[in-house]
């Protein structure tokens, strides 16, 4: 068993997922610094590692269920070391991929709560462009910079892009059992930038804590880092005395990503379509 609760927070590109986790750090049972985990990416690496490397497989092969039973036991083990020194009992996990490894993290972590932050998708496009623009002596990490717009759009949307790939995972997600369904909470960006305290309100008491207000004078106003953020995917600060930043988008990008993604307007925003 774990020794903390985690809360996996996860979600699509310039989503607020800075300004949530900056938000929930004011709780005093919660930690979180508001920094991308290596977690996720190290329990892949295990993963990887007892399925691939010639010694773990051959113990799979002489071994296979204690072996699997002592993977899992060291990757727990592995969680409870890498928080050892905390002492709030929940602690906030950010890492983009969480939500596709969603039965791994409930194999290892029964309790499992997860946080999935969501935004117009049009807006998200724009955000990500607007960005571009402020940055055109840097590219992209998966090198868009040379494209058009349109392409830009595209690839962000495909399959194996930044975007698309966070949504193939949310549709997916349809097909699981219910119980694992239940494990997640879906952040809109447009109502908690709009009104974050009832969504603070509604996250603290799903996870069964007492209720705090936000201090929105200790919520860091500057952008992410470089490096946090991809130099590209900054989503907008919090700023109580402005109103909701809305981008502008090329009309026939976003008839083309409605006509694509219909089941997200469907969940998300059903009078957007």
Same mark, same amino acid.
């Given at each position: 068993m774990l020794n903390h609760h985690l809360l996996y927070l996860t979600g699509l590109p310039c989503s607020g997922i800075d300004f949530l986790s900056q938000s929930l750090a004011q709780h005093p049972d919660i930690y979180s610094n508001h920094l991308r985990s290596p977690l996720c990416d190290l329990l892949l690496n295990f993963r990887t590692f007892i399925s691939t490397h010639p010694q773990a497989v051959n113990h799979l092969n002489q071994e296979f269920n204690p072996t699997m039973e002592r993977s899992r036991s060291a990757m727990i083990g592995f969680i409870n070391g890498w928080f050892d020194q905390i002492s709030e009992p929940w602690i906030v996990d950010i890492h983009p991929q969480w939500l596709q490894h969603l039965e791994l993290i409930n194999l290892l972590d029964p309790n499992c709560r997860m946080v999935v932050c969501v935004r117009e998708l049009g807006q998200i496009c724009a955000a990500i462009e607007t960005q571009h623009q402020k940055t055109l002596l840097l590219d992209f990490p998966d090198k868009l910079a040379a494209r058009s717009r349109a392409e830009r759009a595209t690839q962000l949307f495909s399959p194996q892009g930044v975007v698309g790939s966070f949504l193939q995972s949310l549709e997916q997600l349809q097909d699981l059992e219910e119980s694992l369904q239940q494990k997640i909470f879906y952040v809109v960006y447009e109502h908690l930038m709009s009104n974050p305290n009832e969504v603070l309100t509604e996250l603290v008491n799903w996870l069964k804590l007492a209720p705090i207000s936000l201090d929105s004078t200790k919520i860091n %106003?500057?952008?992410?880092?470089y490096s946090e953020s991809g130099g590209k995917y900054v989503e907008e600060t919090y700023n109580p005395h402005q109103p909701l930043v809305y981008h502008t988008i090329p009309n026939r990008f976003?008839?083309?990503?409605?006509?694509?993604?219909?089941?997200?307007?469907?969940?998300?925003?059903?009078?957007? %379509?």
């Open positions: %106003l500057q952008l992410p880092s976003e008839v083309t990503i409605k006509q694509n993604f219909p089941w997200f307007y469907r969940i998300f925003y059903p009078g957007r %379509l």
